[in-house]
């Protein structure tokens, strides 16, 4: 917040010139924001639920599927199904191949790599669980099984870590220093065209979330539910300024204009970033050396009971 301070005595934005004649278009500006507000809420509940439904529709089809009675796990489709996914579980260690050895550097862009190293983190496991149709009759079997199931969830885990840890599925690393850096400037921002409003409520919400958020950034991720609340409270933050918003041209009061409310919305988006970006760091670097293992305890598995199907 000092640094933000500091940028907001040296930003040089304009500030948005308030006439009489404005009152009309800052009315229908709160409602723009407002409905704005709306369909981006339900486009965000889309976005969280649609994964959840592909998953359940993709269980339901494996299940049918394994459960089936079509094949059996020694039959030749079961047997080419398990051939297939075992090649492709041993290809995911071609990525972390490509991104550490040096003989590898060019072959390909390093995002076609982790694109592939998705599409087979997935598919792999998929023709595994069609494969043993769901039951094991040996520990060898099983112990393969539940490696894979540990492999696989834990890929899903690392990929919501890396998402916040990133621009884009392909893009950069992110720093510390670039999410602070754009946080304490969009608080400048958001500081100096709510100063410019009549109604100090916009500048209290401000205040009191980016006080929240430092101490979350301060504190770490113990206790974890500071870590957590940077979301919750980030979405709650701006629900109440476009409230306020909407409230003000309803009453026939002065609304505040859009851009403090949009302004507003990026600040919360950008501290709820900055705050939680060191828990996820720590929690992807522990990731990173859990996975890695595991992916290497799973091809000794694959390998092991490929051996013991075709010898007993």
Same mark, same amino acid.
């Given at each position: 917040?000092?640094?933000?301070?500091?940028?907001?005595?040296?930003?040089?934005?304009?500030?948005?010139?308030?006439?009489?004649?404005?009152?009309?278009?800052?009315?229908?500006? !709160?409602?723009?924001?407002?409905?704005?507000?709306?369909?981006?809420?339900?486009?965000?509940?889309?976005?969280?639920?649609?994964?959840?439904?592909?998953?359940?529709?993709?269980?339901?089809?494996?299940?049918?599927? !394994?459960?089936?009675?079509?094949?059996?796990?020694?039959?030749?489709?079961?047997?080419?199904?398990?051939?297939?996914?075992?090649?492709?579980?041993?290809?995911?260690?071609?990525?972390?191949?490509?991104?550490?050895?040096?003989?590898?550097?060019?072959?390909?862009?390093?995002?076609?790599? /982790?694109?592939?190293?998705?599409?087979?983190?997935?598919?792999?496991?998929?023709?595994?669980?069609?494969?043993?149709?769901?039951?094991?009759?040996?520990?060898?079997?099983?112990?393969?099984?539940?490696?894979?199931?540990?492999?696989?969830?834990?890929?899903?885990?690392?990929?919501?870590?890396?998402?916040?840890?990133?621009?884009?599925?392909?893009?950069?690393?992110?720093?510390?220093?670039?999410?602070?850096?754009?946080?304490?400037?969009?608080?400048?921002?958001?500081?100096?065209?709510?100063?410019?409003?009549?109604?100090?409520?916009?500048? +209290?919400?401000?205040?009191? /979330? !980016?006080?929240?958020?430092?101490?979350?950034?301060?504190?770490?991720?113990?206790?974890?539910?500071?870590?957590?609340?940077?979301?919750?409270?980030?979405?709650?933050?701006?629900?109440?300024?476009?409230?306020?918003?909407?409230?003000?041209?309803?009453?026939?009061?002065?609304?505040?204009?859009?851009?403090?409310? +949009?302004?507003?919305? +990026?600040?919360?988006?950008?501290?709820?970033?900055?705050?939680?970006?060191?828990?996820?760091?720590?929690? /992807?670097?522990?990731?990173?050396?859990?996975?890695?293992?595991?992916?290497?305890?799973?091809?000794?598995?694959?390998?092991?009971?490929?051996?013991?199907?075709?010898?007993?």
């Amino acid at each position: 917040i000092q640094h933000a301070d500091t940028s907001y005595r040296n930003y040089s934005g304009d500030l948005p010139a308030m006439t009489s004649a404005d009152l009309k278009r800052r009315k229908s500006d !709160a409602v723009g924001v407002a409905d704005r507000s709306e369909r981006s809420s339900i486009s965000r509940f889309l976005r969280n639920i649609v994964p959840w439904v592909l998953l359940l529709l993709w269980a339901a089809a494996v299940y049918s599927i !394994a459960r089936s009675g079509l094949y059996t796990s020694g039959s030749n489709l079961g047997y080419n199904l398990g051939l297939i996914g075992s090649l492709m579980m041993l290809a995911l260690l071609l990525y972390p191949l490509r991104k550490r050895v040096r003989i590898f550097a060019n072959l390909g862009k390093i995002n076609r790599w /982790f694109s592939i190293h998705m599409v087979l983190g997935v598919l792999g496991p998929t023709l595994i669980l069609l494969h043993c149709t769901l039951r094991w009759s040996s520990l060898n079997a099983a112990v393969a099984f539940w490696c894979m199931v540990i492999v696989a969830s834990s890929g899903f885990i690392g990929r919501f870590l890396y998402g916040r840890l990133h621009v884009g599925l392909y893009g950069r690393q992110l720093t510390l220093t670039d999410v602070r850096t754009e946080a304490a400037s969009l608080y400048a921002r958001a500081k100096l065209l709510v100063a410019n409003e009549t109604n100090a409520y916009l500048a +209290d919400e401000l205040q009191k /979330f !980016a006080s929240a958020s430092s101490t979350v950034t301060n504190a770490g991720w113990n206790p974890p539910h500071l870590v957590i609340g940077p979301g919750a409270r980030a979405r709650m933050a701006e629900r109440r300024c476009i409230k306020f918003a909407r409230n003000a041209s309803i009453n026939g009061t002065e609304p505040p204009s859009r851009e403090a409310i +949009d302004a507003l919305s +990026d600040y919360f988006s950008a501290a709820r970033r900055s705050a939680q970006f060191l828990p996820f760091e720590r929690m /992807f670097s522990l990731w990173h050396v859990m996975h890695v293992p595991l992916v290497f305890i799973l091809v000794l598995c694959v390998i092991a009971h490929i051996i013991a199907v075709h010898m007993y």
